[in-house]
């Protein structure tokens, strides 16, 4: 199944937490927070908003960093995507 967002929506993988931290210590499951960075699986066209035009600034492939309780969390064929507004990405990492 192919996930295509709608207005200025953006479909994000979210980027594997780490394991350890810096000094070498493992954390448990419970422990990992859950990163704000992820991969741009899909852009919506953008197109008229709340009565202003909106032009989408990123693009399949970049890494971006969004807002920590933004967006729609899905699940599609075992795999769990973040569905977010353009205005929810923060910055683009490059």
């Known amino acids: 199944m192919k996930l295509v967002p709608l207005g200025d929506r953006v479909v994000l993988k979210q980027c594997v937490a780490e394991e350890t931290t810096k000094s070498g210590i493992v954390l448990p499951g419970q422990s990992k927070e859950k990163p704000q960075q992820a991969e ?55």
């Not at 899909?42 to 909106?54: I, Q, R, S, T, W």
């Not at 960093?65 to 990492?93: F, H, M, P, R, W």
């Open 40 to 94: 741009v699986i899909a852009v919506g066209p953008g197109g008229v908003v709340d009565g202003k035009e909106v032009k989408m600034h990123v693009s399949v492939g970049q890494q971006v960093i969004y807002s920590k309780y933004a967006g729609t969390n899905v699940e599609i064929d075992e795999q769990e995507y973040i569905i977010v507004k353009q205005d929810d990405i923060l910055a683009i990492c490059e």
